[in-house]
């Protein structure tokens, strides 16, 4: 099952639904991109919404580790390209076009990055979290 919108959809999405993630972020040097695709909260499960962005590394490039909100159960799926992920104490991992994982509430995203440094890749998160959630992502405190 695919989500399609126009961009007038989209864009009206992304100004009324997304105010904690309504802009995409732009790249810092070596990092990534992060869309908003949608956000909604789920009818029978009374607080609780389902949001999605789009992750896009450029070649060679890599998040910063991360907490995600202590109340979101994510599910990523690779788009394009291969990602390499770490969550938690789990070993490090390649992830190819296809290919899933999920993450816990509360886990810790230690290692997120395209595993090619020719190739851009792309990732489809998809978060269940509370409806009351802002912030989504934090970065550690290095």
């Known amino acids: 099952m695919s989500f399609r919108a126009s961009a007038a959809g989209a864009a009206l999405l992304a100004a009324l639904a997304l105010p904690a993630i309504a802009t995409a972020r732009s790249p810092r040097p070596g990092g990534e991109t992060v869309k908003p695709v949608f956000r909604q909260a789920i009818p029978n499960i ?21 907490h995600h909100a202590g109340s979101a159960f994510i599910y990523a799926h690779v788009l394009s390209g291969a990602i390499r992920s770490q969550v938690d104490d789990q ?28 190739e851009p890749a792309r990732l489809l998160a998809v978060f269940i979290v509370d409806s009351a959630e802002e912030v989504l992502t934090a970065p550690d405190h290095q």
């Open 91 to 118: 070993p490090a991992r390649i992830y190819r076009t296809g290919e899933t994982w999920f993450e816990a509430p509360g886990a810790h995203h230690k290692i997120s990055e395209n595993a090619s440094r020719t």
């Open 46 to 66: 009374p607080g609780k919404s389902l949001v999605s962005v789009v992750v896009t590394y450029e070649p060679g490039a890599t998040s910063t580790s991360h």
